[in-house]
């Protein structure tokens, strides 16, 4: 990773707000880049606008695009997946040809496919699926990326990287989430030996010591600023860096504020946090 990384806002904490509504406050929070989610471009297309001009509205505010977030129906067991599961209705229809086409049309150099319903499958059925979904983004020049999570049917980043390396295409990776990676219990020891090349896209946030009962619902509600929880952020950095990873970073807060509070306001310390967090984690490697 770069000594002066260019960080990115995720969009999923804001998907409440319109797109073109995020861009100012993003970028006056110190910003340069965004994640985004189909639905912002579905939506936006919906009302008239073509891709080429979201695009264009979105580098007008000195902003780049990082990364489309996410797919979450391209695994077999996922298309079958009962209404009883939480967002049952969106993820299915975050399929990976809809995805990975939109991630095209405006631009995004990737695409992370996520396990959010709860399902399991075979590791070779899984390698399967993303072969086929690592594919359909080579296509478009486009990397996937897997985001592990501690309550889906990918739960850690040795389940992640087993995926990854059966799969075996070259636009084939992971992405790192600090909450992901130590609400999961997942090994620094296996970070440190992935190639940096098979990490994609990295996002950083903290929590408290203790978890929640529900950690779906502490993920989406109660994430913290970076260097405001426990999170050992510092050798997170380090580890990541010793892979010799160049992956973006993405500050990822979901929290009660972001939902509260003007934007402008919730995010006006999370760049400041995260620079400073990197930077202490660099003075002592």
């Avoid at 985004?36 to 297309?45: F, R, T, V, Y």
């Avoid at 080429?52 to 990082?66: K, S, T």
């Avoid at 129906?73 to 049952?88: I, K, N």
């Avoid at 999961?184 to 098979?198: A, D, V």
């Amino acid at each position: 990773m770069t000594a002066d990384p260019m960080l990115v806002l995720s969009g999923p904490p804001f998907g409440h707000l319109p797109l073109l509504d995020r861009l100012a406050p993003a970028r006056e929070a110190g910003f340069s880049a965004i994640s985004l989610m189909p639905g912002d471009i579905w939506s936006l297309e919906a009302a008239g606008m073509n891709a080429v001009e979201i695009g264009q509205r979105i580098a007008d505010h000195g902003l780049a695009v990082m990364e489309m977030d996410c797919t979450a129906c391209w695994l077999p067991s996922q298309r079958t997946a009962g209404d009883d599961v939480p967002m049952a209705t969106l993820l299915r229809s975050l399929t990976p040809d809809r995805v990975i086409e939109a991630a095209a049309r405006i631009g995004s150099p990737s695409v992370t496919a996520v396990e959010m319903m709860g399902v399991t499958t075979s590791l070779d059925e899984a390698a399967e699926a993303f072969a086929y979904l690592c594919d359909l983004a080579a296509e478009h020049g486009l990397k996937v990326h897997i985001e592990f999570l501690p309550f889906g049917g990918i739960p850690d980043l040795a389940s992640a990287w087993a995926i990854v390396q059966a799969a075996g295409r070259i636009n084939g990776g992971l992405t790192l989430d600090s909450w992901h990676f130590f609400r999961s219990g997942s090994s620094f020891e296996l970070l440190e030996q992935i190639p940096g090349s098979r990490i994609h896209t990295i996002q950083i946030n903290d929590a408290p010591a203790k978890a929640e009962p529900d950690l779906l619902q502490e993920t989406m509600s109660a994430r913290l600023i970076p260097g405001r929880g426990s999170f050992d952020l510092p050798r997170f950095i380090r580890t990541l860096d010793r892979t010799g990873t160049e992956a973006p970073i993405s500050v990822e807060i979901f929290s009660a504020s972001t939902r509260s509070a003007p934007m402008a306001e919730a995010i006006k310390s999370w760049a400041p946090a995260a620079r400073d967090i990197i930077r202490k984690a660099r003075e002592i490697q």
